[in-house]
């Protein structure tokens, strides 16, 4: 299986799961999980969230933050990945200068 996310549409979520300001996403998703090239605005955020049924794989490409994940602070930077279990509560807050680039799998478990 081959993802181009350079043939994905971008899209626009503002306040993302009652998060703060912008994300832009790519996303491919398919029966088996979602594939996500996304990109999260100075100052903006992924607002906590449960993972029901899935596993929340966070790979950072460029850019600073930090992850908030069953109420442990993780600090994000290039080369990092942050893990988020099913059943676990995260969110995600870029508090760097330039935007906040993740790769993200995200596998369905049920």
Known sequence: ??????????????????GEGS??????????GRFILCRIAPGSSIGS???????????????????VCNGVTEQLKPGVCHVCPPGGEHSIINDGDSGLVLFTAVRYLE
Do not use: T
Not at 23 to 32: F, I, K, L, N, Q
Not at 49 to 67: L, P, T, W
């Open 1 to 18: 299986m081959l993802v181009d996310f350079d043939s994905i549409d971008e899209v626009r979520i503002d306040g993302m799961d009652g």
């Open 23 to 32: 994300v832009y996403a790519r996303m491919d998703m398919g029966p088996e």
């Open 49 to 67: 969230h449960v993972q029901k049924g899935s596993v929340d794989i966070n790979y950072v490409v460029s850019g600073i933050g930090h992850a």
